[in-house]
């Protein structure tokens, strides 16, 4: 099993749809969590931080369930801008090393 | 502030040769890495450095060496160039978890 696994899509949604990506994560000892983007051959950009059960920032929340060790995403409101691969990342507890899921490609279409 | 830097941004390389792919940051960050992400996969982790004169192997460390002089500057070298070095490399530093990344170097050996 990997330790941090991603639905890879891709999800197709139109423009203002509310899509949710979850994540899953394999140990138990991982106390943060984190959303990257990636745009197409560009560096990952940090999205948000997850440390407690969730955080919210506009039109993005992401929430922690560590009872079943998921973290989601939801985007409200889809924009174009929006589309892009997104990272689920587990910090792994050691040498501030993070442990990155293979991303869940999204689409938004006018 | 520029953050993370890489140089070149690209490069081509003949099977064989040799070259350093050059990383720096302005943010007085103690923790860098080095990350490849191939076509269609996700970003595996090099080497990484908790600080100038520590450095440690990540997930594939083979045919790359590092050193870490300064805590600004973090240089990556390929010794022998083989064709399955093709790939974007990453340099990312971070202070506490969250990592932030330059833009890259796409290095593709012939």
């Known amino acids: 099993r990997k330790e941090v696994e991603q639905d890879p899509g891709p999800f197709n949604v139109p423009e203002g749809a509310t899509v949710a990506f979850n994540c899953t994560y394999s140990?138990?000892?991982?106390?943060?969590f984190f959303w990257y983007r990636q745009d197409c051959r560009k560096e990952p950009k940090l999205l948000m931080s997850?440390?407690?059960?969730?955080n919210e920032d506009g039109r993005f929340t992401a929430q922690l369930n560590r009872a079943s060790q998921y973290i989601s995403l939801l985007i409200r409101d889809s924009k174009l801008s929006d589309s892009a691969t997104y990272l689920c990342?587990?910090?792994?507890?050691?040498?501030?090393?993070?442990?990155w899921g293979l991303g869940t490609s999204l689409a938004v279409n006018p | 502030n520029a953050g993370v830097t890489q140089t070149p941004k690209f490069r081509i390389l003949k099977i064989g040769q040799s070259m350093t792919l050059q990383c720096a940051q302005d943010?007085?960050?103690?923790?860098m890495y080095w990350y490849r992400q191939d076509p269609g996969m996700g970003l595996k982790l090099i080497y990484y450095?908790?600080?100038?004169?520590?450095?440690d192997k990540g997930e594939v460390p083979n045919g790359y060496n590092v050193s870490r002089s300064t805590t600004e500057d973090f240089p990556l070298r390929l010794e022998l160039a083989a064709p399955s070095q093709t790939s974007v490399y990453f340099c990312?530093?971070?202070?506490?978890?969250?990592?932030?990344f330059g833009p890259g170097t796409r290095l593709t050996v012939t």
């Open positions: 450095s908790v600080g100038a004169g520590i450095t």
């Open positions: 990312a530093s971070s202070s506490m978890d969250e990592q932030y």
């Open positions: 997850v440390y407690s059960s969730g």
């Open positions: 140990n138990s000892a991982s106390q943060s």
């Open positions: 943010m007085n960050h103690n923790y």
């Open positions: 990342v587990a910090y792994a507890g050691n040498n501030r090393k993070l442990i």
